[in-house]
């Protein structure tokens, strides 16, 4: 199978996550505000996961509205960092 042009990649970007139980936290927040449709665009993958903070990623397009939707649920969930590349999220 030929390999995609850099031009026709998925952009995604990098959040350091903050709070309690993130895993489903997260899942549940972006599902009831931008629903099924929009968190298969947002294309929400987990990258490492520990017990208060997550490292989460997401298309280029739809961080604004991941983002609202952190901001909107009821139990706290922080983004700390936004960042292209991995190694940008972790060098602070």
């Known amino acids: 199978m030929k390999a995609l ?8 970007r990098y959040l350091l996550v903050r709070g309690n139980d993130l895993e489903k936290e997260i899942q549940k927040s972006v599902k009831d505000f931008i629903g099924v449709l929009g968190m298969s665009k947002a294309s929400l993958n987990f990258i490492k996961k520990s017990k208060d903070s997550a490292i989460i990623s997401v298309n280029r397009k ?11 649920w009821p139990s706290e969930i922080k983004v700390e960092r936004v960042s292209g590349t991995l190694k940008g999220l972790k060098s602070q």
């Open 62 to 72: 739809s961080l604004d509205y991941v983002k609202a939707s952190f901001a909107v």
């Open 5 to 12: 042009k850099p031009s026709m990649r998925e952009k995604k």
